[in-house]
């Protein structure tokens, strides 16, 4: 099986140097962690044998030598690149993403931009995408889209292939009032590309909550145990912690680098590392360490900061700005306690070789990373396996990922400056036996879950979500050869019923309950069906007679209002289904006007037989919240007063016990013997129908979900399509 990985860019960027182009692995957390990941395919036991890496080489290349730079990188990295001319990568790369999303992903709204043709860029480039990767998906191909240049990319691919599509965010996804900030139109479509996905996988709890909450507030979809429900597949939203090579920085052999610390004597050396961007928190860092040297001038001269920055996206305005505060606070803290022997901060602005990396990690007493948010931060969990001895010292920030994993550190809120000297006047004086202690605990956790057994993990799970996804859809799907054969079973039969739900299956669910009036359409074709030979039509609905009356009255159909209570034999009078009593509203209503009180937008709604609780008009995350208080509650006391409760979509509906779909399914089959009998309906309440409905009989849900009924129909649309083709 191949894994198919597409990021913004590839493991390598390509350059010109000469007249020739030269390719050079790229640093980052993402192709760092995934390339460990990568080297392990065809040893360990996935079925995963094979995979091939799709993305940007970094920069745009001439159409006339498109050929040499993917000959280069397929041959040397399994890469296939995706050509993107300067301009587009400006507006997107530069623009939306480092100058929108970016910035506002990590709570620095000041910093983003909101341009329309950084937005528009953005769709286009994810589209070049979707049709470059589209040339390259083979059936089987497991899908894995990365980060937050591609959110949009799950929903395109989901028009066009069934192959499992999974996304994972290596940023944090920020909460609701943050989110929002995004302008209108664009928010929703990175929440429902993202949900395109049959698995969306952050690196923390908190992440994948903040998303969901998202869902529900903008799109007003809720979840259930953190799947989404989707027309035509399932999204789960679930927790992955990325993890590290751990035995690569354990064991590697560094040297000609040394790697032993100093000893007792020697300055102490407090280690920072980090790609240069203001999520990182280096400033703080460096106004933390002045502090440090000020309130401790016993630790003059003898310990250093070793300072390693990593350039990073200099052609943004945001990063060249930090570059100077940075070059500027350096050189001041330097030239203030410095002495021709000792440099308090030794800073370094480059990329070190590999080994070179390790090496300093292992040398380090202390390392201090202090981003002010970092979806995850590698980089700590590199320092702890990286230390042989079990000695040193992290301190390390609330604000990222890794600081839930690594407990055992010197956890510090970074826009405390005072707390960060302290933090380094502690972790200089922890004895020895401490560090190793919690070292030990840290390093068994992170050997634990690798980098192999986080993506293994997420392919699995990405497997799994995408069969149950499947399974529910194509298990029972009313596929085009089932249509062919209920055609053939309505055209043969003899005497045929087709009982139909209103909203949801005739006409799309409505915002507003008085909005979903028939079309024209529609009523001609119930007409059409109705005079067909032996066709008998009924229409269910939780609504009131009038309404139904107002709306179908003139048809020569069968109808039923109050989900049973009243029925209206074609050509005659609405009556009783059977006797009824209405005292239970008498305890019911009080209770519901309670509860709207409470939820501002939440409405009665009273009819003879049945009382609805209306809150489409609600908060909807208020609602998601209150909701489940008033079932519950209705539960409780309807047992004894003789009435039934009903969750419907943005409804709760209370009616005469005894008075449901089932019941009502009974008393129209109950007239004939029926030898076609078609069941078609897309609401909770429509599951008694199902569960009533005799072993030949076609029940069919409309929209995805589990169900009683035999067959599955994508959406309303083609419930009537279906319905158009029996007049054939
Ligand atoms: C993003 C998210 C999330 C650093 N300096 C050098 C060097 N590195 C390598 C480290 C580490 C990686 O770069 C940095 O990873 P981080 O996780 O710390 O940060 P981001 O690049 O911002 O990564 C982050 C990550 O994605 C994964 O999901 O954790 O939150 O922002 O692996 O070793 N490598 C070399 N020389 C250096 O000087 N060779």
């Known amino acids: 099986m191949r894994l198919l990985i597409v990021s913004n860019r590839l493991p390598v960027s390509v350059s010109k140097e000469n007249g020739a182009y030269v390719t050079t692995k790229s640093a980052g957390g993402l192709v760092s962690g995934l390339s460990d990941y990568l080297k392990t395919l065809g040893h360990t036991e996935s079925d995963i044998d094979d995979y091939v890496?799709?993305?940007?080489?970094?920069?745009?290349?001439?159409?006339?030598?498109?050929?040499?730079?993917?000959?280069?990188?397929?041959?040397e990295f399994n890469a296939v690149p995706v050509f993107l001319s300067k301009e587009l990568m400006d507006n997107v790369y530069l623009g939306f993403c480092n100058k929108t999303i970016w910035p506002l992903f990590h709570y620095f709204p000041n910093f983003a931009r909101f341009r329309k043709e950084y937005w528009q860029d953005y769709q286009r480039m994810n589209k070049i995408f979707r049709d470059e990767l589209l040339k390259e998906i083979r059936p089987g191909d497991i899908i894995w889209v990365h980060d937050y240049h591609l959110m949009l990319?799950?929903?395109?691919?989901?028009?066009?292939?069934?192959?499992?599509?999974?996304?994972?965010l290596h940023i944090p996804f920020p909460t609701y009032e943050m989110y929002r900030m995004l302008q209108k139109g664009s928010r929703e479509e990175i929440l429902e590309g993202l949900l395109g996905a049959d698995l969306i996988g952050f690196h923390t709890h908190d992440y994948a909550q903040y998303f969901l909450r998202c869902v529900l507030r903008i799109l007003g979809m809720e979840n259930h145990m953190s799947k989404v429900y989707l027309p035509d597949h399932v999204a789960a939203v679930e927790t992955f912690p990325m993890g590290i090579d751990f035995d690569k920085f354990h064991t590697m052999d560094v040297s000609p680098y040394p790697s032993k610390k100093a000893g007792a004597r020697k300055p102490k050396s407090v280690l920072s590392v980090d790609r240069l961007d203001y999520s990182k928190g280096i400033i703080n860092r460096l106004y933390g360490f002045e502090k440090f040297l000020q309130e401790h001038p016993e630790w003059h001269g003898k310990v250093s900061m070793n300072m390693v920055v990593v350039p990073s996206r200099v052609a943004v305005g945001a990063y060249r700005k930090i570059k100077s505060q940075l070059d500027e606070l350096v050189g001041y803290i330097n030239g203030t306690y410095g002495s021709m022997t000792w440099t308090p901060v030794i800073y370094q602005f480059t990329s070190l070789p590999h080994k070179q990396l390790i090496a300093q990690y292992r040398k380090s007493d202390v390392a201090l990373?202090?981003?002010?948010?970092?979806?995850?931060?590698?980089?700590?969990?590199?320092?702890?396996?990286?230390?042989?001895d079990q000695k040193g010292v992290l301190i390390l920030s609330e604000f990222t990922g890794a600081a839930k994993e690594l407990s055992e550190s010197v956890v510090i809120n970074p826009n405390n400056i005072d707390?960060?000297?302290?933090?380094?006047?502690?972790a200089l004086n922890i004895p020895v036996k401490e560090q190793v202690r919690g070292n030990t605990i840290m390093q068994e956790r992170l050997r634990r879950y690798d980098v192999t057994k986080w993506a293994t993990d997420f392919v699995n799970d990405l497997k799994a979500s995408s069969m149950f996804s499947n399974r529910a859809a194509s298990r029972k799907l009313l596929a085009d050869d089932i249509q062919e054969e209920l055609l053939e079973n309505y055209h043969k039969a003899k005497n045929k019923i087709i009982i139909v739900n209103y909203d949801g299956t005739l006409v799309p669910y409505s915002k507003y309950p008085s909005a979903a009036e028939p079309p024209k359409a529609l009523l001609g074709l119930l007409k059409n069906l109705d005079s067909q030979s032996n066709t008998d039509i009924v229409i269910i609905s939780g609504r009131g007679k009038d309404e139904l009356d107002e709306w179908l009255g003139g048809l020569p159909v069968n109808l039923t209002a109050e989900h049973g209570s009243y029925i209206r034999e074609a050509g005659e009078e609405w009556r009783l289904l059977k006797p009824l009593s209405a005292r239970w509203k008498q305890e019911v209503l009080p209770i519901l006007i309670m509860y709207t009180d409470r939820l501002p937008g939440a409405y009665i709604q009273e009819r003879d037989y049945s009382v609805a609780w209306h809150y489409h008009k609600a908060d909807v995350e208020q609602a998601s919240?209150?909701?489940?208080?008033?079932?519950?509650h209705l539960l409780s006391i309807t047992t004894n007063i003789n009435a039934q409760v009903f969750h419907g979509s943005k409804v709760i509906e209370i009616s005469s016990a005894g008075v449901n779909?089932?019941?009502?399914?009974?008393?129209?089959?109950?007239?004939?013997?029926?030898?076609?009998?078609l069941a078609i309906g897309a609401g909770w309440s429509d599951e008694l129908l199902f569960q009533t409905m005799p072993e030949h009989a076609w029940s069919v849900k409309v929209g995805l979900a589990h169900t009683d009924a035999r067959f599955i129909l994508d959406g309303q649309g083609d419930a009537i399509t279906l319905m158009e083709r029996l007049q054939e």
């Open 53 to 75: 890496w799709m993305g940007w080489p970094g920069m745009s290349i001439d159409k006339k030598d498109e050929e040499i730079v993917k000959g280069k990188v397929s041959q």
């Open 419 to 426: 707390e960060i000297a302290d933090a380094i006047a502690e």
């Open 369 to 388: 990373l202090t981003p002010l948010r970092d979806g995850m931060n590698l980089v700590a969990k590199e320092y702890i396996a990286a230390l042989q």
């Open 661 to 677: 779909k089932g019941e009502l399914a009974m008393h129209w089959l109950s007239r004939k013997k029926y030898d076609f009998i």
């Open 625 to 632: 919240q209150l909701v489940k208080e008033v079932n519950d």
């Open 153 to 168: 990319l799950p929903a395109l691919l989901r028009e066009e292939v069934s192959n499992p599509i999974g996304f994972f």
